[in-house]
């Protein structure tokens, strides 16, 4: 049974790193390789077998992946919250301030943060919590493309100093050949 437990917590560690999805891929045949990688990084870290290697790679492939993470994250999380707010009646009822008794008790409405009972209210945490991983996603994402758009401006300003020392460059050398020129001409008059 324990043996059972690891496993799942680290099949559940590693798809949460691993979450590329299907459409993701150009062919059938790239879809099962990812799939088999997967289940021999898990199989490697269940059993300990070559475990430093095994750690390593996932952590490199988290490093160099860890926007599509971030992003596919927020996607499965939208996807799960999806159901719970399809599940929730969409009237302008006002919310019910304590247990309705009665007749009218299978028809009231009681929006989904306002439920009794443990389940209702883990719920409604869950889906906090899903918005704030799917905002921390959001500002991850806006953060990777202000690095890109400094990374950006960085290059085009090493282009431009590039270009300067060229240019420098050029203009040194054509003014030692017009000295060159300038010393062979007037050489050339005084041997004349």
Known sequence: MEDIQKELRIRRRILSIYNQREAE????????????MIEDIIMNLASG??????????????????LNIISNQARQLRKAAAPAAEATPATNMPAATGPVVGPSAASSYVPAGMMFGARAGARARARAGARARARAGARAGARAGARARAGARARAGARARAGARARAGARARAGARARAWAWARARARADS
């Open 25 to 36: 891929f150009s062919d059938k045949e790239g879809w099962d390789d990812y799939q088999e």
């Open 49 to 66: 077998f070559d475990l430093q290697q095994t750690e390593s790679k996932v952590a490199e492939y988290e490093r160099t992946n860890r």
